[in-house]
T-cell receptor, first 112, second 115 residues
Framework: KAGVTQTPRYLIKTRGQQVTLSCSPI?????VSWYQQTPGQGLQFLFE???????NKGNFPGRFSGRQFSNSRSEMNVSTLELGDSALYLC???????????FGSGTRLTVV | AQKVTQAQTEISVVEKEDVTLDCVYE???????LFWYKQPPSGELVFLIR??????QNEISGRYSWNFQKSTSSFNFTITASQVVDSAVYFC????????????FGKGTSLLVTP
């Protein structure tokens, strides 16, 4: 059974640009969550989508948004990039949130 | 306020030593879940264990064991006879009903096992 796939693995963007990250969950999993990992703040929850609806949201500015498609694939978008957005972005899929999460390898975003 | 505290930032042991990673959590929910994840240098978070708040039974899986004590709000993780491949950052996480079951991670403990 294929794991959680995130693309791309690495990304370099310039301040002010926008970026879209993609996540394909494990087949059959309807919940997709996104986390940001930085050396200073650690791992922080961004948002969760379940059956194409945002079900839960962390404490991030509106520049961070996401969506989920009917096949459960999810995208995360960050607009007007700032240097502080440089991080490892991890996607996690789950059958149902509380049942446990399987993470992808992440997308490492560098903003210059 | 930090809901999950991993007081040990870095631990270094020699191969075959036993090592315990501490995790203390804070919650007012009666229904919650606790997790341990391992993050090797590749970056992927690898699931190790999940425990719910109603199950205080300790668990052993091979060289890994977990001690969950609600009385002290702790969920400690022990690796017996450590190996070099155990070197990684280990995260403890709390998932609460009140927070929609989002994972609230500790800061992690970096474990280095040397030959």
């Amino acid at each position: 059974k294929a794991g959680v796939t995130q693309t791309p693995r690495y990304l370099i963007k310039t301040r002010g640009q926008q970026v879209t990250l993609s996540c394909s969950p494990i087949s059959g999993h309807r919940s997709v969550s996104w986390y940001q990992q930085t050396p200073g703040q650690g791992l922080q929850f961004l948002f969760e989508y379940f059956s194409e609806t945002q079900r839960n949201k962390g404490n991030f500015p509106g520049r961070f948004s996401g969506r989920q498609f009917s096949n459960s694939r999810s995208e995360m978008n960050v607009s007007t990039l700032e240097l502080g957005d440089s991080a490892l972005y991890l996607c996690a899929s789950s059958l149902e949130g509380r049942s446990g999460y399987t993470f992808g390898s992440g997308t490492r975003l560098t903003v210059v | 306020a930090q809901k999950v505290t991993q007081a040990q930032t870095e631990i270094s042991v020699v191969e075959k030593e036993d090592v315990t990673l501490d995790c203390v959590y804070e919650t007012r929910d009666t229904t919650y879940y606790l997790f341990w994840y391992k993050q090797p240098p590749s970056g992927e978070l690898v699931f190790l264990i999940r425990r719910n708040s109603f199950d205080e039974q300790n668990e052993i899986s091979g060289r890994y064991s977990w001690n969950f004590q609600k009385s002290t709000s702790s969920f400690n993780f022990t690796i017996t006879a450590s190996q070099v491949v155990d070197s990684a950052v280990y995260f403890c996480a709390l998932s609460e009903e009140n927070s929609g079951y989002a994972l609230n991670f500790g800061k992690g403990t970096s474990l280095l096992v040397t030959p």
